[in-house]
């Protein structure tokens, strides 16, 4: 539950109906009001406790005394020309993080993050660079599907933007309750996905947990290799988080994956594929190949379209579903952690 520091006021972002109920009951106010709270908030999506509709005037008093809906504006945009959009948020207290909203047809995909930074420090990525300067609150995370202008448009929510969802796990697993239950949003569970560098412990509750799709970064098929991608393997094993999820038992529909992002010369080679093949023949886990956003800060460079294709190819040949995903954004900086990294480092 997240209370604002100054105000001192409960924000009701991230809060179940029942848990509404048990907050608003020793005003004297009934389960029915605490199902018409969520409705406002969640289906309705308004922002101020004076738009909310099929409450009683007293509620609304007591609502504005000691409760704020948990709504807090973006601090600035930036309007790709493919019509992405990336939002800036600021906390309470000054941190930055970001969300980037996607349209594509009748897809509105919102891409959140869950911290401000990241502390897995991934030689690839900004958000890692960027540094960490704390978890976001499950209301902060909820806000940029909710806050945003094109919220009622939602149709997926991934979260693959700041920070590593699992270092953040009681709040994530919040915010994915409040999108997927019907009390809040009702998206389909398997129109969310969680992408993560698999923290163990972490991700067998949350395979538990939650009905969403889970997304495992690999980006190399060798331990040694992906250790120098990704610090976390060292204490995370991708073979024992890939052996989780062959052993998972999956509600229809919910998806698997491995992201691997392709980098020329270091990861895409013929011996790359090969293993990617034996490790993951007969397995249903999917493959999203990713080009290499590049980060400025170093000498790598993306492999070629013809070969993101061929390891497509080469992969559903071998009886592996495997996609290309496309860029969005590139001229706002859309990728991981890009923009909030950029603008700090123009203020330093
Ligand atoms: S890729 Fe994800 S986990 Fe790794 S540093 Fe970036 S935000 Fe963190």
Redesign the pocket.
């Known amino acids: 539950m997240h209370r604002f520091a100054q105000m001192e006021k409960i924000s009701l972002y991230g809060l179940s109906e029942n848990e509404i109920y048990v907050l608003l009951e020793p005003y004297g106010f009934s389960s029915a009001n605490a199902h018409e709270l969520a409705v406002n908030i969640y289906k309705r999506r308004y922002r101020s406790f004076d738009d909310f509709i099929k409450i009683p005037e007293r509620l609304r008093s007591v609502l504005k005394s000691d409760f704020c809906t948990g709504y807090s504006e973006f601090v600035d945009s930036y309007k790709s020309d493919d019509n992405t959009v990336k939002y800036l948020f600021r906390t309470d207290d000054g941190r930055q993080f970001e969300a980037v909203y996607i349209p594509d047809g009748k897809r509105h995909t919102v891409c959140v993050s869950t911290?401000s930074?990241?502390?897995?420090?991934?030689m690839?990525?900004?958000?890692?660079s960027f540094g960490f300067h704390g978890n976001l609150e499950v209301s902060e995370i909820l806000n940029q599907v909710l806050g945003i202008p094109p919220s009622e448009l939602i149709t997926h929510v991934v979260f693959?933007?700041?920070?590593?969802p699992l270092?953040n796990f009681e709040n994530v697993v919040r915010a994915v309750k409040a999108l997927t239950a019907q009390w809040g949003m009702a998206l389909s569970p398997v129109h969310v996905t969680v992408?993560?560098?698999g923290i163990k412990d972490a991700f067998s509750s949350f395979l538990l947990q939650s009905d969403c799709n889970l997304t495992l970064?690999l980006h190399s098929p060798f331990p040694d290799e992906r250790l120098q991608f990704?610090p976390?393997e060292k204490r995370n094993p991708f073979n024992d988080v890939l052996a989780e999820m062959k052993r998972a038992i999956l509600r229809k529909g919910r998806r698997l994956s491995v992201a691997y992002i392709m980098i020329e010369g270091l990861n895409d080679t013929e011996r790359h594929l090969n293993e990617l093949i034996v490790l993951l023949k007969d397995t249903g886990i999917r493959v999203n190949l990713l080009p290499y956003h590049s980060a400025g800060n170093n000498n790598l460079m993306p492999s070629s379209a013809e070969k993101l294709h061929y390891f497509k190819h080469s992969l559903v040949i071998a009886g592996i579903s495997a996609s290309v995903r496309k860029s969005r954004g590139e001229d706002i900086a859309a990728a991981?952690?890009l923009l909030a990294a950029r603008l700090a480092g123009r203020r330093c």
Request: hydrophobic share 30%.
């Open positions: 911290q930074g990241c502390r897995m420090g991934c690839f990525c900004v958000s890692g693959m933007g700041m920070g590593e270092d992408s993560t560098v970064s990704i976390a991981c952690g």
